[in-house]
């Protein structure tokens, strides 16, 4: 199983970004995959997961209305689309694997990707 995150970088507050989590190992079809982020001396948090079922997504509050998860089964991929970003949003974003086909909890991520950095400031 790999999770392979991208598309990190350093944007304005205000910009967009999108990033990418390409898989292998495992369907889509078969497990809800969601992104985390962790800030420096912060814990790590959820940001949204996406069912594999319905495409159901689940968002955090403080990015509902910002951030959307997508994803497109056909490559494979996991999107995280981010608009209006802010500079508490500074983070590396990780992308996770749920253990089964729905969002079930920060608990049940059992593989994980490397991350990436996103960084926004002036």
């Known amino acids: 199983v790999q999770l392979q995150a991208s598309g990190g970088g350093l944007v304005q507050p205000g910009g967009s970004l999108t990033l990418s989590c390409v898989v292998s190992g495992f369907s889509l079809g078969d497990h809800a995959v969601g992104w985390l982020r962790q800030a420096p001396g912060k814990r790590r948090e959820g940001v949204g997961c996406?069912?594999?079922?319905?495409?159901?997504?689940y968002m955090a509050s403080y990015v509902k209305g910002r951030f959307t998860i997508s994803r497109d089964k056909t490559v494979n991929t996991v999107f995280l689309e981010m608009n209006d970003l802010e500079p508490e949003d500074t983070a590396v974003y990780y992308c996770?694997?749920?253990?089964?086909?729905?969002?079930?909890?920060?608990?049940?991520?059992?593989?994980w990707g490397q991350g990436t950095q996103v960084t926004v400031d002036w």
């Open positions: 996406i069912d594999s079922v319905d495409d159901t997504t």
């Open positions: 996770a694997k749920q253990r089964g086909p729905t969002c079930s909890g920060y608990a049940l991520y059992v593989d």
